[in-house]
């Protein structure tokens, strides 16, 4: 790694899980060998931000027990009704405050970004969390290409609209298209990915395949799926979860104990296939990368 792949690939040069579980076991060990270094590691898990005490949650886990409400609202929803997502022939735009807008197709994006692993936690504001091997590149890379202006301030994402195929978009459990926001500089920061992959696979269809955000230390609902558009914005953008709720979800949604939820305790979680629940870290355990966004912030009010 860095590797790249494109949607060619037959399923005979995809990374197994096993040797990709060894790599990790490896790199496990030679970190602790205080090898890491010398295998030139280090970079790498210095941006996962993996600590000691991250299991990786089981693949059977992370693909099977899933929020993604196009595909149904309850957890085993999308997994059985992934099928009904088509990701073939798959389109992503690139527009408002950009010096070149762009529609670019899927085969294209990934020619052009190759795709590293990281090892990131991930927790939802329901209470639960997993630790999961991605593939994908900085989201930073994408944007820089189009050049965005001077006026730009946040970015907003949308997913898949197409409610003749998608069962949860029949429905109006929440206002569709999905749409999520950053601020530019949480967009441009180094921890925000766009996955391609997991577990050394494409992405399955019920994680928000062909493409999703993952923005770490923020809870899960921002990390949108399937995304068919990315737009630089001058304003605040509008999001979804906010529009339903807003008294529940804010824009910025850091991961916070000290901010509480009306609903579920966001003081500890469960890891999902773990019994016991552990403390949830402030900004998720991406502190030192991540605290000096918010800088002078009061984060009760921007939660
Ligand atoms: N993206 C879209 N398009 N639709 C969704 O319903 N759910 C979000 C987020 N991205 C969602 C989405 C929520 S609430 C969470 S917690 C994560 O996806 C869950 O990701 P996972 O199923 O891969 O664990």
Redesign the pocket.
């Known amino acids: 790694m860095p590797f790249r792949w494109t949607p060619e690939l037959s399923a005979l040069d995809i990374t197994p899980e096993e040797w990709f579980r060894q790599r990790r076991r490896l790199m496990k060990g030679a970190a602790m060998a205080g090898a890491g270094a010398m295998l030139g590691l280090t970079p790498l898990a210095a941006m996962s931000g993996e600590s000691s005490e991250d299991t990786q949650t089981p693949f059977e886990k992370?693909t099977s027990?899933?929020?993604?409400?196009?595909l149904g609202s309850n957890k085993e929803n999308?997994a059985a009704n992934a099928s009904k997502l088509v990701i073939s022939p798959w389109n992503v735009v690139i527009d408002g405050a950009v010096a070149r807008p762009e529609k670019l197709s899927l085969e294209e994006l990934l020619k052009s970004h190759p795709v590293e692993e990281r090892v990131y936690r991930?927790r939802?504001?329901?209470g639960w969390s997993?630790v999961?091997p991605w593939l994908g590149f900085p989201l930073a890379e994408l944007l820089k290409r189009f050049e965005p202006l001077g006026s730009a301030k946040y970015v907003a994402f949308e997913?898949?609209h197409d409610p003749q195929r998608l069962p949860?978009q029949a429905r109006n459990v929440?206002e569709w298209?999905?749409r999520?926001g950053l601020r530019l500089d949480e967009a441009m920061h180094p921890l925000t990915l766009i996955a391609t992959g997991m577990y050394g696979r494409p992405l399955p269809n019920?994680?928000?395949a062909p493409l999703?955000l993952l923005v770490p230390w923020k809870?899960?609902?921002?990390?949108?799926?399937?995304i068919v558009r990315i737009t630089l914005a001058e304003q605040q953008p509008v999001t979804?979860?906010n529009l339903l709720a807003p008294e529940e979800y804010g824009f910025y949604a850091n991961v916070n104990p000290q901010v509480p939820h009306p609903r579920w305790d966001q003081g500890s979680e469960r890891r999902i296939g773990e019994f016991l629940r552990r403390t949830t870290l402030m900004f998720n355990g991406y502190e030192k990368q991540v605290a000096g966004l918010y800088t002078g912030m009061n984060l009760s009010k921007y939660y």
């Open positions: 992370a027990y899933n929020n993604f409400y196009e999308p991930l939802c504001v329901e997993m999961i997913t898949i949860g929440l298209p999905y999520e019920q994680n928000g999703r809870y899960g609902f921002k990390s949108i799926k399937s979804s979860w």
